[in-house]
């Protein structure tokens, strides 16, 4: 019999129980959660290994002790993990899959009104999926980002194995699964074939030096594989055997789709045909379908049809003859895969974990992965727990949680709310479109500032100085408040151009970019304005000044360099970046610290210095540009929250809390434990149904998020070791410490 006694008396930092995680990692939860509950004596028959032991010994040296912080992040928003859908699967019966990103496979068995994420061994793009038709969705296939692999399931999505193809052509991007044996795996260097469900396979590339778009096949014999030079190649063998029906007749890249041996559509730039004889011949059905060539066309039947690029979809109901253009959702800006039922329901997959879903045959559609995705573009905090953050669509969230939990507070009639300023928890001002507006009551109800121009321009930017609130605007103006809003004066900046960011850094001196290569700097209060030189000719975006003297500028261009003056702009330096980006916003905690948020559409970083800018260093990277940063700190430690593309808010901290704070959760019931597999949790009465658990290791790092249910599957998803089970709602806390054995 083995004993193991384990004692109440720990203390942890926070961060500890929120950091470490990746950019895909899951929401932060609220500090103040320790391991334990309170003294535990266990005694239980165990077979030890030494990774549990490790564990064990982890948990003392923790509390022996604080450990080494690192500069990790934890997601706070939105709920769902942020990643670029690739495609999109739907069986008539209900079970569907979503891909995307790193390794992210959904699988629903409901058509969508609930997604959850499956656990996958690898962490490739997933760039296609097939469903094997016949099967109810319980086989399929998905296309791998490496070295033409695929993944295949059996058990409708649950469980996926990676099988090689003992092919190099390049990413598996296109799938044709005609029958429960039969593969066809299209790259853009050929084409291969499995007709034993992937143990042996052979390439069946119709022609060599060609660049393929697009495959389709009728039935495991039947298929047809398209190039982007326009050529369509027609196989009656299974691939042994391949004829070009109708050579030299389109002309760039062509997406195909066959309904069976003698119909099928081609979408060839923005043109649409129809055959029906194979191949041998096409009809021109539309010369003005699509705006560019289509990502992906699906043929639901001959009169539905539709087709994704960009951040539009395409839809047809009269077989081709006229398009209708439809923008799915404002916030995603790539969408992919679509899939289409006879029915007139529609799924895409897009940018944010966007998976759009329509019911009236791709006229209007809804987001079945729920948040709010709309782009973060300012965040403002008035102490270490309450913030505001705004965002496109009329987009504004507080928290009074340190951003563990965010509500909305966006404004009725939606706009793009560029810029705030928090002075309290309840009062918070922002630029929306042409207005100004504010709350004094947390968000329930908001009003424009009147003695303001309104209805000519979009408003930038606001800053708040002592005595003073500046905002600039698109024609080149800047207004200042000193009476708290109740009248505004335009300053007379003598400028015309686009004017994007603000700072002052003192009631007396402030800076003003914006087009042109534009830098305007006051001396007195905004009351006059003169015109700053500076090398470089793009717009400038954002400028942050640390005082009156020291500041740096940003262009809205992607480059690898950032301005700085340490002379109040009389002159400038070029300082190299690691990465080229569009650097959005700066953060300076000291003279020598500070950091800069930004990158592209697809990658977000965040650089730091440490020797006040001379050089600059890559520190975290995440999902989408980053617009953001806030900064706070008190008695307890300090907080860093950024933001930016698809919603997303992520929190870095190294804040220490007391032993009685981590003692405060509730007792949260677990059996069995120890456990090998299955667990089951007594979880407490009038829990919401979109309530979640967070399991944290033995370092105390988020390791996962799972919906709140009586039973979870940790054993087969968590190597042997010690881990908490954290779970919070409306204010509550409930934890457990589980044992995980091999």
């Not at 038709?133 to 399929?140: F, K, L, V, Y």
């Not at 727990?385 to 966006?410: D, F, I, P």
């Not at 003192?506 to 500076?534: C, F, H, M, N």
Request: hydrophobic fraction near 40%; charge should be negative.
């Amino acid at each position: 019999m083995l004993r193991i006694y384990f004692l109440s008396r720990f203390r942890f930092p926070a961060s500890h129980f929120s950091s470490s995680m990746n950019s895909h990692s899951f929401p932060r939860q609220k500090t103040g959660a320790g391991i334990f509950a309170g003294a535990l004596i266990f005694r239980a028959k165990i077979k030890m290994n030494k990774r549990f032991i490790l564990a064990i010994v982890l948990l003392w040296k923790l509390s022996a002790g604080h450990a080494q912080e690192e500069m990790n992040w934890v997601r706070q928003h939105p709920l769902s993990p942020l990643v670029q859908l690739e495609d999109v699967e739907m069986d008539p019966s209900g079970l569907g899959l979503a891909v995307g990103d790193n390794g992210t496979i959904f699988r629903t068995t409901d058509f969508g009104a609930s997604w959850e994420a499956v656990e996958t061994d690898f962490s490739f793009t997933v760039f296609e999926v097939a469903i094997v038709p016949g099967s109810g969705g319980e086989q399929a296939w998905a296309g791998l980002a490496a070295s033409t692999r695929v993944a295949k399931t059996t058990d409708g999505g649950l469980t996926w194995q990676v099988v090689e193809t003992g092919y190099s052509l390049s990413a598996a991007v296109y799938l044709a699964a005609p029958d429960a044996n039969t593969l066809y795996v299209g790259t853009q260097a050929g084409v291969l074939k499995t007709a034993d469900q992937g143990q042996n396979w052979e390439e069946v590339t119709p022609a060599p030096g060609l660049n393929w778009s697009s495959i389709s096949f009728s039935d495991a014999s039947t298929g047809w594989a398209a190039t982007t030079s326009g050529a369509i190649y027609r196989t009656t063998d299974g691939g042994a055997t391949w004829e070009e029906p109708a050579p030299g007749q389109f002309d760039g890249r062509v997406q195909l789709h066959f309904l069976d041996a003698g119909k099928g559509y081609a979408a060839v730039f923005r043109s649409f045909f129809r055959t029906t004889d194979g191949g041998e011949s096409w009809e021109l059905l539309s010369d003005a379908a699509f705006s560019t060539n289509l990502e992906e066309l699906d043929i639901a039947d001959s009169s539905f049809m539709v087709g994704t690029v960009g951040n539009t979809s395409f839809t047809t109901t009269d077989g081709g003859f006229t398009w209708e253009r439809v923008m799915p959702l404002s916030y995603s800006y790539r969408n992919q895969g679509i899939c289409a039922l006879p029915d007139g329901r529609v799924w895409i997959a897009g940018s944010h974990t966007m998976a759009a879903y329509s019911v009236d045959f791709g006229m209007t559609y809804s987001d079945q992965v729920p948040g709010n995705k709309n782009t973060i573009t300012s965040l403002a905090f008035t102490d270490m727990q309450h913030g505001w953050a705004t965002g496109m669509n009329g987009t504004v969230l507080r928290t009074s949680a340190a951003g563990s939990s965010w509500e909305e507070a966006s404004l009725p009639d939606g706009g793009q709310v560029s810029a705030g300023i928090a002075f309290s928890p309840e009062e918070f001002w922002a630029c929306n479109g042409n207005q100004l507006v504010y709350t004094t009551d947390g968000g329930q109800s908001w009003a424009a500032f009147e003695g303001v121009v309104a209805g000519n321009s979009t408003y930038t930017d606001m800053v708040a100085v002592e005595g003073a609130v500046f905002a600039s605007n698109y024609n080149g103006k800047v207004y200042r408040t000193t009476d708290n809003g109740a009248s505004w004066e335009e300053l007379p900046t003598m400028h015309n151009g686009f004017l994007f960011g603000l700072s002052f850094p003192t009631p007396e001196v402030g800076y003003a970019v914006g087009q042109d290569s534009t830098v305007l700097k006051t001396a007195d209060g905004g009351d006059s304005w003169e015109r700053l030189d500076i090398p470089t000719s793009y717009n400038l975006d954002k400028a942050y000044f640390f005082d009156a003297d020291n500041g740096w500028v940003a262009a809205a261009a992607n480059i690898p360099e950032i301005f700085r003056t340490e002379d109040g702009g009389n002159s400038w330096e070029v300082v190299s970046l690691p990465f080229s980006g569009f650097w959005k916003e700066a953060y300076f905690s000291s003279p020598s610290t500070g950091y800069i948020v930004g990158g592209t559409a697809s990658v977000g970083r965040v650089l730091r210095t440490t020797d006040g800018g001379d050089t600059w260093e890559a520190i975290y990277t995440t999902y989408g540009l980053l617009n953001a940063i806030a900064r706070q700190e008190d008695e307890t430690g300090a907080r860093i929250w950024i933001g930016g593309f698809g919603g997303n808010i992520e929190l870095w901290e190294d804040v220490q809390v007391s032993t009685r704070q981590l003692f405060r959760a509730s007792r949260l019931h677990v059996f069995p434990n120890p456990a090998r597999e299955a667990l089951h949790l007594q979880l407490p009465p009038g829990l919401p149904v979109d309530a979640h658990l967070v399991v944290y290791d033995g370092q105390g790092r988020p390791r996962m998020r799972l919906p709140a249910r009586p039973r979870l599957e940790l054993g087969r998803r968590l190597e042997a070791g010690v881990y908490l089970l954290r779970l919070e709602s409306e204010g509550q806390v409930w934890q457990a410490k589980v044992f995980i054995l091999d």
